[in-house]
C-alpha cells in the first residue's frame, strides 16, 4: 500500500492507496482517501480545449489545462458536492539522474530562489492564472493570464504582486525556515495601463508537500476590466489558490520581500 505506480503512457499515478489520478486526456479520475485525516474525495475532471503554455521548449514543456470538474469531497464521512473549473497542470523534462545518480548532481538543480503561482475563478467560464519567479537572484517578474471555456488561448498581461509577510515563519519538515505572506496585493495592466487589482487575505492554514513549498487559499476583494470588451469581473468575495515557495537565506526573506513596483 505504500508503493507508488507511473503508468509509461501516463494514464495512471498512484500515490500509495491515498491518491488516485487516472484518465487520458481529456477525461480523468481523481481518487483520494487519507484515513489519518479523515479526508476522501471522488472528482470526474474534463479538460477543456483551453490550454495556456508557460515553457514550450526541447528542454522543457509546462503547460496549464483548464478543466470542468464534478464529484464529492468528504471529512469525518460527511460527504459535500462540488463542482466547478480546475486546472490539470503537467511540466516535463529530461533529468539528469537518467546520466548518473550522484549526490552531486542536486548541484545542477535549477536553482529557483523564490516561486509562486496563484490561480482565480473569475466567473463559471473564465479564470484568471498569476505567477512569479526568482531565479539566483534574477528576477523574472510576474505575469498575468486570463483564458475562457468558450475562447480557445489566453490573453497575456502584465502584473506586479507585493504581499503582506507573515509575523513568524513556517518550519519546513526538512529544517528550514521560510516566510509565506499573510496577504496578496496584484496590479494587472495592459500595455502599461491598469485594468484590474485585487487584494487577498489568507485563510487557510498553509499545507505543506508542493515542491520545497506550500499551499492554501485566500479570499479576493476587487476587480478586473480586459480591454476590447472580452470581460469585466467583480471578485469580491471569490476564491483563490496560491502556491508560495521561498529558499532565500531567513534574513533575505525577511528584509527583501517580494514587492514589484505598482
Known amino acids: ?7 509509461p503512457d501516463g494514464s495512471l499515478i498512484r500515490f500509495a492507496d491515498h491518491l488516485t489520478l487516472s484518465g487520458t486526456y481529456p477525461d480523468f479520475h481523481l481518487a483520494a482517501d487519507y484515513p489519518g485525516t479523515g ?15 508557460f515553457v514550450r521548449s526541447r528542454f522543457y514543456d509546462h ?19 462540488v463542482a466547478g473549473m480546475c486546472t490539470y497542470e503537467y511540466g516535463g523534462s529530461g533529468s539528469i539522474y537518467n546520466l548518473a545518480d550522484s549526490p552531486w548532481l542536486a548541484r545542477l538543480k535549477v536553482p529557483i530562489d523564490q516561486f509562486t503561482y496563484q490561480i482565480a475563478n473569475l466567473d463559471d467560464t473564465s479564470q484568471l492564472l ?23 488561448g489566453s490573453r497575456r498581461y502584465e502584473a506586479a504582486l507585493t504581499i503582506t509577510p507573515a509575523t513568524e515563519p513556517l518550519a519546513t519538515p526538512d529544517g528550514r525556515q521560510m516566510v509565506v505572506p499573510d496577504g496578496v496585493r496584484w496590479t494587472i495592466r ?16 498553509w499545507v505543506y508537500g508542493l515542491g520545497a513549498g506550500y499551499v ?22 471569490a476564491r483563490g489558490y496560491i502556491e508560495w515557495a521561498d529558499a532565500r537565506p531567513l534574513d533575505r526573506q525577511r528584509s527583501q520581500p517580494v514587492s514589484d513596483a505598482d
Open 39 to 53: 479526508f476522501t474525495a471522488d472528482l470526474t475532471v474534463t479538460a477543456t480545449p483551453t490550454v495556456t503554455w
Open 190 to 205: 495592459d500595455g502599461g495601463r491598469p485594468i484590474g487589482h485585487f487584494e487577498a487575505t489568507v485563510d487557510t492554514p
Open 130 to 152: 498569476l505567477g512569479r519567479n526568482r531565479l539566483r537572484r534574477l528576477d523574472l517578474g510576474a505575469f498575468a493570464a486570463v483564458r475562457s471555456t468558450d475562447r480557445p
Open 63 to 81: 503547460y496549464s489545462l483548464l478543466c470542468r470538474y464534478e464529484g464529492w469531497v468528504a471529512t469525518a464521512g460527511e460527504r459535500t458536492p
Open 216 to 237: 492554501a487559499g485566500y479570499e479576493i476583494t476587487g476587480e478586473l476590466t480586459e480591454p476590447g470588451g472580452q470581460g469585466t469581473y467583480a471578485l469580491d468575495g
Open 1 to 7: 500500500r505504500d508503493d507508488c505506480e507511473l503508468a
